[in-house]
């Protein structure tokens, strides 16, 4: 049985200077396909829209990477695999620079800033993308946790890489494999459930205990309590809007 699911929550700074949630979160699968997307806008003054600008990287990217999904040839891996995925980051970096420029004539795009991380898996690969800070995490077959993306230094303290750059197309980072190394279990943050659990230990367990109680009590039982648990970390830690999705293979 496969389980997808995504979460997003105003944060508590946000909610208690009565403003809007700058995360976006998605989710979608079906028989042959599932999907997940995260993207969290920088707000502040420079970045005004950026709730905006985070929602549309969100809708945007499922749907190219349905596109992709349903289109490329099963054996890309096989064919200059970096320059292909490459290739879509491109592409969804266009579209959601044009979608900015029909919104606002003029738009200035560093408003709408925002990162984004990704995921989608076929019956035959897998694929994750990133510009900007948020985590990629797996559980593999192995039964071990990973964090399969490489890390960008410059994701420091308040400071990330964001779709808004000028040199955003060559600051997305990815990650990919075939059908053998298809993840028991994926999840992807926003940086407000990383800045509560940190990268390591603490946030595996955290999503460990959302594993086993899926297991214990159901899906249903546990998205039920997923946005309360949420709220409640923002509130006591990080006091920033949380996005999570995820993709149980093998609960």
């Not at 990815?174 to 407000?192: H, R």
Request: glycine share 6%; charged share 20%; aromatic share 8%.
């Amino acid at each position: 049985m496969r389980y997808v699911h995504n979460q997003t929550v105003k944060g508590a700074s946000h909610a208690d200077a009565g403003k809007e949630c700058q995360d976006a979160s998605l989710s979608w699968t079906d028989d042959e396909l599932a999907i997940i997307v995260v993207s969290d806008g920088h707000s502040g003054e420079k970045h005004n829209n950026s709730a905006i600008g985070a929602a549309l990287a969100c809708q945007i990217t499922q749907n190219h990477l349905r596109e992709f999904s349903l289109n490329v040839d099963d054996e890309w891996l096989s064919h200059k695999p970096e320059d292909i995925v490459k290739q879509l980051s491109a592409s969804i970096l266009a579209e959601w620079t044009r979608e900015i420029a029909e919104l606002e004539e003029g738009a200035d795009v560093m408003s709408y800033g925002c990162t984004l991380i990704a995921y989608v898996q076929t019956r035959h690969f897998w694929l994750a993308l990133q510009i900007g800070d948020g985590r990629c995490v797996m559980h593999n077959k192995a039964d071990v946790w990973i964090q399969p993306i490489p890390w960008d230094d410059r994701c420091f303290l308040n400071m990330t890489t964001s779709l808004c750059d000028e040199n955003a197309a060559n600051e997305f980072r990815f990650a990919y494999g075939d059908v053998e190394s298809i993840p028991k279990a994926v999840f992807l943050c926003s940086d407000g459930i990383d800045g509560t659990f940190g990268s390591g230990e603490l946030l595996y367990g955290f999503y460990g205990n959302i594993i086993k109680s899926i297991n214990d009590d159901g899906i249903e039982n546990v998205v039920s309590q997923l946005p309360e648990v949420l709220s409640h970390y923002s509130r006591t830690v990080s006091k920033d809007d949380m996005s999570i999705a995820f993709v149980l293979n093998d609960t």
